[in-house]
């Protein structure tokens, strides 16, 4: 009875004892962090292979588009007005930064308005004049309208290249799937995309910098003025700043 006692209180299974009892709290932590550890690089690698980014699925690009404008034509009009007038000028100044082809003049045919129409082109030539578009560049052509109903109008249109994206609206799957999954609906970001696309003047600037315009010489040299500075009495020097 004594030996056995004296066995199990000896230091050996005491110390032994202790190394189980601690073993235990250092396992389940080795434990959580592993699964701590798994979750956030499965989350990590799961995130970056998902195709989930709305740049991706609406990209802006280059590409040809037409640019339309419509003239409204009373049947008793001989001339534009001076809105209509200033409406044609911004038009061929936009034709003359984002195209070197041609510029259409598309009339009305059979409609109440069409011998109007007529007469008014004559002021549109000129107008497409004045901004330095020559005569070879604009063609007339028509197109049928109804003989009932508004003033059909004339049409301004031509071909540039531009920066814009695919048509938006597009639904190509379950947007049940898409909230199953923790994922964007496919239309998301595309009207965004679209109007930041809309908003781009110059679309060369998306396929590199532009060349850097000549320094102003004149500037220049009030700049290094400015930085000498002036002299003064005391044999000091004075930095102005403009």
């Excluded at 690089?41 to 709305?54: E, Q, S």
């Excluded at 007038?85 to 936009?94: I, L, M, N, P, T």
């Excluded at 004045?130 to 109008?153: F, L, M, N, Q």
């Excluded at 320094?215 to 009495?233: L, M």
């Amino acid at each position: 009875m004594n030996k056995r006692n004296a066995t199990q209180n000896s230091p050996e299974r005491q110390t032994r004892m202790f190394l189980e009892r601690s073993r235990l709290p250092m396992l389940a932590l080795a434990i959580a962090a592993g699964l701590l550890a798994s979750c956030g690089t499965k989350d990590k690698l799961a995130t970056g292979a998902l195709p989930d980014d709305y740049r991706t699925r609406h990209p802006i690009v280059i590409a040809e588009a037409e640019r339309t404008i419509d003239i409204p034509v009373a049947s008793g009009d001989t001339r534009l007005s001076q809105g209509t007038r200033d409406v044609v000028r911004g038009f061929a100044a936009e034709y003359r930064n984002a195209s070197t082809g041609v510029i259409q003049i598309v009339l009305p045919r059979g409609s109440a308005n069409s011998h109007a129409a007529q007469v008014v082109r004559r002021d549109i030539r000129r107008q497409l004049a004045a901004v330095g578009i020559p005569a070879k560049r604009v063609i007339e052509t028509g197109y049928e309208a109804g003989a009932t109903g508004d003033a059909a109008p004339i049409r301004l249109s031509y071909v540039a290249i531009a920066a814009q994206t695919a048509p938006c609206g597009e639904w190509p799957e379950d947007l049940t799937l898409n909230t199953l999954q923790n994922r964007n609906y496919y239309n998301f970001g595309c009207a965004t995309q679209s109007n930041l696309a809309a908003q781009i003047s110059n679309p060369t600037d998306l396929i590199g910098p532009r060349q850097m315009s000549p320094i102003d010489a004149e500037q220049r040299g009030e700049v290094i003025n400015s930085w000498r500075g002036t002299d003064t009495d005391n044999g000091g020097t004075t930095i102005i700043f403009n």
